[in-house]
C-alpha cells in the first residue's frame, strides 16, 4: 500500500509552484540533501526532524496529510497532535523500527497512505482494533473540479480560458492554504501563462485532481476517462531505495 515516487512527486510545493525532481536534483548538491536544521525549522510543516530528504521539505499542506515518509509524522495509535511529546516518527530506512527488517515486512517504496488511515485506529500489544468510518465516495471538491474541467473543455481552442474555471479550481486550492491559479504560475512558475490556454489549464486540473482525490479510488477512471490509462499503467513502479 506504500505511495509510489511519482504521486510524491506530484504534490506542490508551499507557494502552489510545482515540484521538479530534476532540479531539487541539480540544486541539492550530493551529500546535502537532508535537512541540517533543528526540529521545526525546515519549511512550513512543524516538526520536520533533522536528517530528512530534502524533497519532503517546504512543501504544501495535501503532502504532509496524505503520505508517511521517512522521519515523517505520523497520528494514529494515541498520536493526536502536534505537541512533540504526541507526536510518532516513522522510520523507514533498512533495519530501522519501520523500515526493511524482513524480505517482505516493510513499505517496498519508502511511503505509506495517510489518508486513508483514521488517526483514531490504534495498534497495541493485545491486537488491532480499527476505526470504522464512512468513506466519502464523492466530495464537494470533487464536484468543483469537475465543473472546472467541464467549462475547460467546452471551451474553443484560442479562446479566454472562461473565469469560471479559475474560480472553482481556487477554491479547492484555497482550502488546502495555496494562492490561486493564476497568481502562482504568475508569480512562482517558470511558465506563468500557463493557466491562459485550455491546454495548458487542463493539465492544471489534471493535476489538482490527482493531488486533491489521491487514494480515494478516482485516478483510475479520471486516467480511462482522459485516454491515459495505457501508458500511465505501462510505466515501471518507482519509489525510494530502502
Known amino acids: 500500500y506504500g505511495m509510489t515516487q511519482k504521486m510524491c512527486d506530484a504534490y506542490y510545493m508551499y507557494d502552489g509552484s510545482e515540484f521538479n525532481r530534476q532540479t531539487f536534483l541539480d ?10 536544521k533543528k526540529e521545526g525549522e525546515a519549511g512550513t510543516y512543524p516538526h520536520l ?17 496524505s503520505l508517511s515518509f521517512d522521519r515523517g509524522t505520523w497520528y494514529g495509535d494515541g498520536y493526536t497532535n502536534d505537541e512533540p511529546a504526541n507526536l510518532a516518527f516513522y522510520h523507514f530506512r533498512a533495519k530501522e523500527v519501520s523500515g526493511r527488517q524482513t524480505s517482505e515486512d516493510h513499505s517496498y517504496t519508502g511511503y505509506l497512505n495517510k489518508k486513508v488511515c483514521s488517526y483514531k485506529t490504534g495498534l497495541t500489544k493485545d491486537g488491532f482494533s480499527p476505526y470504522r468510518y464512512s468513506f466519502p465516495i464523492i466530495r ?3 464536484l468543483y473540479l469537475m465543473y472546472a474541467e467541464a ?18 479550481i481556487d477554491i479547492v486550492r484555497k482550502r488546502s492554504g495555496l494562492e490561486g491559479v493564476v497568481d502562482s504560475w504568475k508569480k512562482y512558475s517558470t511558465n506563468p501563462n500557463k493557466p491562459s490556454t485550455k491546454e495548458g489549464m487542463r493539465e492544471i486540473i489534471r493535476k489538482e ?3 486533491e482525490l489521491a487514494l480515494e479510488g478516482v485516478r483510475y477512471h479520471d486516467l480511462r476517462r482522459w485516454g491515459d490509462a495505457m501508458e500511465a499503467y505501462n510505466r515501471p513502479i518507482s519509489g525510494c531505495n530502502v
Open 209 to 211: 485532481r490527482q493531488i
Open 27 to 36: 540544486t541539492c548538491q550530493v551529500g546535502n540533501r537532508f535537512v541540517t
Open 49 to 65: 526532524k533533522k536528517g530528512v530528504w530534502k524533497e519532503y521539505a517546504w512543501r504544501e499542506p495535501r503532502f504532509y496529510a
Open 151 to 168: 467549462l475547460n473543455e467546452a471551451t474553443e481552442n484560442g479562446e479566454f480560458v472562461p473565469a469560471a474555471v479559475y474560480t472553482n
Open 140 to 142: 464537494l471538491a470533487d
